[in-house]
């Protein structure tokens, strides 16, 4: 949806002349793929989306991976088996190679719990479109308990 007001028109075509080598379409079918990776249990296919020399913080500043070696290990060993972990895709922006999407994501941690967590994460896609970079951002003011009927249209998965 584009704003259609002169101010809308102006801001779009700002946004449209910053240079880029992936279009907004695959930047976010991309985001899109990495979300659904979870609920299908897709490892591979999540792998599939980033470049060999990737870098990932989860949280920004706090890195998990950097290369693909340590970004299966984190995907296969940072998230326990008996946890599942799903995502709401609300809203991605995408300006150039890079995007920012937001999301809540819904851990269910076994005998530990559940969690529910607003999450906004930064995307930087290489000229391939592959991902660069992925850094997320969330603190504790964004987390609640999930209600207990749980969270509508999601599907949780293992990893």
Do not use: K
């Not at 007001?5 to 992936?22: D, E, F, W």
């Amino acid at each position: 949806m584009t704003a259609q007001g002169s101010t809308g028109r102006l801001l779009a075509r700002l946004v449209s002349s910053v240079p880029a080598t992936i279009s907004p379409a695959d930047a976010r079918a991309r985001i899109a793929a990495y979300y659904a990776s979870y609920a299908a249990g897709d490892v591979a296919g999540r792998e599939a989306l980033f470049s060999d020399d990737c870098l990932v913080e989860d949280p920004a500043g706090y890195v998990v991976a950097r290369g693909a070696d340590a970004l299966h290990r984190f995907f296969v060993e940072g998230i326990p088996p008996d946890w599942s972990v799903s995502f709401r895709l609300d809203r991605v922006a995408v300006v150039g190679n890079e995007a920012v999407a937001t999301t809540l994501s819904v851990i269910d941690a076994g005998a530990r719990g559940g969690l529910e967590n607003v999450v906004t994460t930064h995307f930087v896609f290489d000229d391939a479109g592959l991902i660069r970079s992925l850094r997320t951002f969330f603190d504790a003011d964004s987390m609640n308990d999930p209600p207990t009927s749980g969270l509508s249209g999601s599907v949780p998965s293992a990893n």
